[in-house]
């Protein structure tokens, strides 16, 4: 490949025929000359016919010119022209794309793989092998044709997990050892720009077999991970860390329930050049029980979700308080022990029993001295309740009937007639126990305790033993509840174990059963399997590829993997979260000096193959000089002026130009008023839909994507094709082309400039249709109009408004709605009351509503929504039915309402009333 500058050629013999412009002036000059108009004569023209001269007339100079630039713009094509190729070797050295897929890639994967596509594509154009290298799934990279590698690239895809480098070298080994892979190569490494430990080794076994070129992300592709979400008293909190630094940014992190809905939200700010950030909601502790998940909104990576399990549910224990209160000191009194080991898991609520209960508590505690005869507990019990016990000396002295066994009179203690010679310790969890997984403490020592009387099915009640066999804990069920006994004190009188690690981890096991977990039931192996696993994009479904079991003791420290992939994993009825972040997660640049690298920069700018948009350019100059010689031969009686001819001609030329390079294409700038002829017939030529523009970034990111989904959903759904939509500056651009216009106000909004508002104003006179969108669900307008709608409005001329009723046209212009929900369900929706005085055929030109539906409309690249929605992806369809029908509102006018009244006006007619009346389209 030839390159000259930022352009390459893979074809540059052909630019050889540049050589034959010179030639083709002189064939060019002649054109066929223009007929003279005159009176005729014919003596006069007999008189002269001997005497006029038999030369052509030669082309104008700007003619020429013209044909020359086409002539020389087909040689470039044929040239196969690319614009910023590839930067590869010349030769045939193979390439080795080495491809960072793990969940810091998932967000910029497109744009990552549009990338490492350019590269395939350069060695396929040079002829030369390429191989790929994948660094989360690692496998011996084998070297075959471009085409086969680009084919495995379109098959690759992001991982839940980080890249594993070492992995990579040791497959790259692999493949040098069995000669699948030659001794020199050129590699492109798509890093990820995130550093691990094993970075300088891999770069060194990289660089050791030829030039290697680490290709770093781009700014519009910095990692942002959700590292951990802690429950407060409260509600939520969340923790956020992004890769680097840099300007301020704010990001929406919402709690997802099990049905998909969004519970809570909250916002996160990075401050400029911060790191972290962390955002919080407040939650009742109803609500958060039932927060499955914790995502942040625009980031589609494993990274961006955070998974919760039966820990994060904190049920609600009421501590009973003895009668006469509770009047020792703390580390003498039995509840402080309970309450403290239960603080960290629970929401605890303490006093006399008659209270607690008005607190509709998940759990009861009672310890020894709280003894009470209540038909309340066992009515709490029978309900579903779960009762929490531990024994002393009352109890020894005196059983009941709320115990899951019956107990023998009086207790075992050191030096008792039935005694220890010494004090006993607890014996390892069995596999089906509750309380399998746990570690035993060895400071925790019994004393003394009470004992069960043996029964033929006391093994199927017993939890935890002491090493003589001695039932520690025992449980049953009791109605719909369970009944749970220590047999021990829950303060230090009788034993060591409220003093362990270990007292708190078995009250955390037994209080799931309070919100049905069923943490009993786990499953019989001690080893967690995986039910649902995360993908690289964030996405939760059935696990993929080949998992294995991780063993309840190791699985504390279990790190997401290939083969122990984040997810929800099961034990038994206990679930548990192995998520891709944590408190531990780093997010370092990688360093700038690794050994042998060049270093480039994922900028957006991609590889451009010019061949098509020239060949097309050159045809339409075709097509043009046709026209021009058309007019010269008087074919044309519009065109027989030749300064007119000649104006055309610049026209044409100006208004077909080369296609700007990537990088122009690409920019943030907003849409501005059409500089050339061009741009305004692609705008008045064509359906489009357009958004104001708010300044906003994120707002106007989000009402771009609702609108470009929105035009495809239309195109696929009637016979309307939108274009791409455009972002509208009132103050400056032209609205008559836009037959509907999305605005997003928010509280904080602004009055239009004087402009602006005239601006407004004449569109709608003129028959446009405005939807005003204040996504916020009607919440700003309960307590009366909405602040940011009313400095909008301020200069406008609205017509007066209404109510959406049932009746009115906007419901069944395609589809049958009964309402119009967005990314948000509720709210009004007000419409001009009488529309029907105006230019615009009946349609209302105003249409206001709180629903958010670019919110729900909007999907990126990946065709992943960017936002969830709240009645889930029913209501996300219905919100998409809402969009067709205000498109085919705001462009058909009110068709459907004559269809309503044809049964009346054939009744005015005299034409069979509605025997013979025509049935109305269905939607």
């Known amino acids: 490949m030839l390159s000259l500058g930022p352009i390459g050629f893979a074809a540059p013999w052909a630019l050889a025929a540049l050589i034959a412009l010179p ?82 890639s998932a967000d910029g994967w ?157 916002q996160a700010r990075f401050e400029e050049g911060a790191s972290t950030a962390s955002a919080s909601a407040r939650l009742p502790l109803d609500l958060r029980n039932r927060v499955r998940s914790v995502r942040l909104e625009g980031i589609n990576s494993a990274g961006g979700v955070h998974l919760l399990d039966d820990s994060w549910q904190r049920p609600r224990i009421a501590l009973i308080e003895p009668e006469g209160g509770d009047n020792r000191q703390p580390l003498l009194s039995d509840l402080h022990y309970a309450q403290q080991a239960l603080s960290a898991h629970a929401e605890l609520v303490r006093g006399p029993l008659e209270r607690v209960l008005e607190d509709e508590p998940s759990g009861l505690v009672m310890v ?178 080949q998992t294995r079991a991780i063993p309840a003791d190791e699985f504390a420290s279990a790190l997401p993997a290939a083969d122990t992939p984040p997810g929800i994993w099961q034990l038994g009825a206990a679930s548990a979260a192995l998520n891709a972040t944590g408190p531990d997660t780093r997010l370092d640049p990688v360093a700038r000096n690794l050994p042998g690298a060049l270093y480039e920069f994922r900028d957006g700018l991609r590889e451009q193959r010019l061949a098509g948009p020239l060949l097309t350019l050159a045809l339409l100059m075709l097509l043009a000089d046709t026209i021009i010689a058309l007019a010269f031969a008087g074919r044309l009686p519009a065109l027989r002026s030749s300064r007119t001819v000649a104006g055309l001609g610049v026209m044409l030329a100006l208004s077909v130009t080369v296609p700007p390079p990537l990088e122009a294409q690409q920019g943030d700038a907003p849409d501005t008023p059409p500089t050339d002829i061009a741009e305004a017939l692609d705008r008045a030529l064509v359906v489009r839909f357009g958004y104001i523009l708010t300044g906003n970034a994120e707002t106007d990111r989000i009402s771009e994507a609702g609108l470009a989904s929105l035009s495809s959903e239309v195109t696929r759904r009637s016979s309307i094709e939108p274009e791409a939509p455009r972002g509208i500056n009132p103050d400056e651009d032209e609205l008559i082309f836009f037959p509907l216009i999305y605005w997003p106000v928010s509280a904080d909004a602004r009055p239009v400039s004087e402009a602006a508002a005239a601006n407004i104003n004449t569109y709608l006179r003129s028959g446009g249709m405005i939807i005003f969108d204040t996504r916020d669900g009607g919440a700003g307008t309960r307590g009366g109009a909405h602040p940011g709608l009313e400095q909008v409005m301020q200069g406008l001329e609205i017509p007066a408004l209404a109510r959406l009723d049932a009746e009115h046209v906007l419901g069944r212009t395609f589809y049958l709605l009964r309402g119009l929900p967005g990314r948000l369900a ?98």
């Not at 105003?846 to 690249?861: H, K, N």
Request: proline share 7%.
């Open 368 to 545: 020894d001295a709280a003894r009470i005869e209540d038909p309340a507990v066992a009515e709490f019990v029978e309900a579903g309740g779960l009762l929490i016990r531990f024994a002393g000396p009352r109890l020894a002295a005196r059983s009941d009937d709320m115990l899951p066994v019956q107990l023998r009179a009086g207790g075992r203690l050191l030096g008792g007639a039935l005694n220890w010679e010494e004090p006993q310790r607890i014996a390892p969890f069995a596999d089906d126990s509750p309380f399998a997984g746990l570690s035993v403490s060895e400071d925790a020592s019994i004393r003394s305790q009470v004992l069960a009387q043996p029964e033929a099915d006391l093994d199927r009640r017993v939890w935890a033993r002491l090493e003589d066999g001695t039932p520690l804990v025992t449980a049953d069920r009791r109605g719909e509840g369970w009944i749970v006994l220590f047999h021990v004190t829950a303060g230090p009188d009788w034993s060591d174990l409220p003093l362990t690690g270990t007292f708190p981890a078995m009250l955390r096991r037994v209080i799931a059963l309070a919100e049905g977990a069923g943490a009993g039931g786990a499953g019989s192996d001690g080893s967690w399997q995986i039910e649902r696993a995360l993908d690289g994009s964030g996405r939760l479904g059935a696990p993929t590829g």
């Open 110 to 266: 497109p744009r990552t793989l549009a990338q490492a596509r350019a590269y395939a594509e350069a060695a396929s154009a040079d002829g030369r092998q390429a191989a790929l290298l994948l660094t989360a799934n690692t496998q011996p990279p084998e070297f075959a044709e471009a085409s086969q590698t680009l084919s495995r690239l379109e098959a690759a895809r992001p991982q839940a997990w980080v890249p594993d480098r070492a992995g990579a070298r040791a497959a790259l080994e692999a493949a040098l050892e069995s000669g699948s892979a030659p001794a020199r190569f050129e590699t492109r490494w798509l890093s990820d720009g995130i550093a691990s430990e094993d970075d300088n080794a891999f770069a060194r076994a990289l660089s050791e077999r030829g030039r290697l070129t680490l290709s770093l992300p781009g700014a519009q592709d910095q990692v942002i991970a959700l590292t951990g979400v802690s429950a407060s008293a409260d509600g939520f909190e969340a923790r956020l860390l992004r890769s680097g630094s840099g300007a301020a940014r704010e990001i929406d992190v919402s709690a997802i329930g099990q049905d998909g809905q969004v519970i809570a939200r909250a």
């Open 826 to 923: 509720g709210g009004d929706v007000w419409v001009e009351s009488n529309p029907d005085g105006t230019a615009r055929d009946g349609v209302s030109g105003v249409i206001i509503g709180s629903a958010d539906w670019a919110g729900a409309w909007a999907r990126g690249d990946n065709g992943i929504p960017l936002l969830p929605v709240e009645g889930g992806e029913r209501q996300r369809e219905m919100a998409y039915r809402v969009g067709v029908n205000l498109a085919m509102y705001a462009l058909t006018g009110n068709y459907k309402t004559d269809q309503v009244h044809v049964p009346a006006i054939l009744e005015r007619l005299g034409q069979g009333g509605q025997r013979n009346m025509p049935r109305p389209l269905e939607p």
């Open 23 to 104: 030639l083709l002036w002189l064939l060019l000059r002649a054109t066929p000359p223009a007929p003279r108009h005159v009176v005729f004569a014919p003596l006069r023209l007999l008189q002269r016919l001997a005497q006029t001269p038999q030369t052509p007339q030669s082309a104008p100079w700007w003619l020429i010119l013209f044909r020359l630039l086409a002539a020389a713009i087909i040689i470039l094509a044929l040239a196969q022209p690319v614009w910023r190729p590839a930067d590869t070797l010349p030769g045939d050295a193979p390439l080795l794309l080495v491809v960072d897929n793990g969940w810091q």
